[in-house]
Antibody, heavy 127, light 107 residues
C-alpha cells in the first residue's frame, strides 16, 4: 500500500528555519517525481516545489524561491523541504505528493497525476 | 504565471442534482489540467487528469471536459459523499497553479 508520511512541522518564529520530511512506503520511490503542496488555514491549495526522480531538476513557487530547498534521498525513500527565513504567510499544512507519469513520448507530461498525498504536517510561523 | 479562475466559488445543490464547475486559465494550457476533491480535514484526492481522463478508482459520475482555456468538471448525480471542495490545477507551465476552489454544499 502506498503511503506518504510527513513529519517535522511545528511552531517556529519568523525568520527561523524548519526541515520537513516525507517518508515513502509501498512503491519504488526512486522511480517517481515528487512535489510539496501547501494549504494555509481556511485557504486554497498552493503548489510549492517539485523534484525529479534523480534530483537533477527542481522547481519552486515564486513565493518560496531562494528560501526553500527541496531534496530527496532515494536510499532512504525520503523527500525533504528545508525552509529558511520563514514568514507568517508560510503558515500552512504542507503535503508531500507523488507525481505519476502514466504516458510516454509526447504524452509523458500530459498524463501526469498527483495520485497520492500524505496526511500533511502543520507549520506555524508566529512569535 | 498562469492564473486559474474557478466559478462559482460555492454552490448549493441537492442529492441527485447534476453539478457543473468551471475553470478558466489566463492563457492556453492545452489539456494540461487536473481536478481534485478535498473534504474537511483531509488531503486532496485526484479525480481527473489531462482534462478528461478519470483517475483510477474514481466513479464515472465524475467527468471533465475542455481544452485551451476553458474547462468543466461535471458530477452527474450528486451524492452525500460528493459534498466537498473542488480544485482545478494547471500543469502546463511552472509554477503549477491551482484555482481558488469551489465548495459544494447541501441545499
Amino acid at each position: 500500500e502506498v503511503q506518504l508520511v510527513e513529519s517535522g512541522g511545528g511552531l517556529v518564529q519568523p525568520g527561523g528555519s524548519l526541515r520537513l520530511s516525507c517518508a515513502a512506503y509501498g512503491f519504488t520511490f526512486s522511480s517517481y517525481e515528487m512535489n510539496w503542496v501547501r494549504q494555509a488555514p481556511g485557504k486554497g491549495l498552493e503548489w510549492v516545489s517539485y523534484i525529479s526522480n534523480n534530483a537533477r531538476t527542481m522547481y519552486y513557487a515564486d513565493s518560496v524561491k531562494g528560501r526553500f530547498t527541496i531534496s530527496r534521498d532515494n536510499a532512504k525513500n525520503s523527500l525533504y523541504l528545508q525552509m529558511n527565513s520563514l514568514r507568517a504567510e508560510d503558515t500552512a499544512v504542507y503535503y508531500c505528493v507523488r507525481d505519476l507519469r502514466s504516458g510516454s513520448g509526447t504524452y509523458y507530461n500530459l498524463y501526469r497525476q498527483f495520485d497520492y498525498w500524505g496526511q500533511g504536517t502543520l507549520v506555524t510561523v508566529s512569535s | 504565471d498562469i492564473q486559474m479562475t474557478q466559478s462559482p466559488s460555492s454552490l448549493s445543490a441537492s442529492v441527485g442534482d447534476r453539478v457543473t464547475i468551471t475553470c478558466r486559465a489566463s492563457q492556453g494550457i492545452s489539456n494540461y489540467l487536473a481536478w481534485f476533491q478535498q473534504k474537511p480535514g483531509k488531503a486532496p484526492k485526484s479525480l481527473i487528469y489531462a482534462a478528461s481522463s478519470l483517475q483510477s478508482g474514481v466513479p464515472a459520475k465524475f467527468s471533465g471536459s475542455g481544452s485551451g482555456t476553458d474547462f468543466t468538471l461535471t458530477i452527474s448525480s450528486l451524492q452525500p459523499e460528493d459534498f466537498a471542495t473542488y480544485y482545478c490545477q494547471q500543469y502546463h507551465t511552472y509554477p503549477l497553479t491551482f484555482g481558488g476552489g469551489t465548495k459544494v454544499e447541501i441545499k
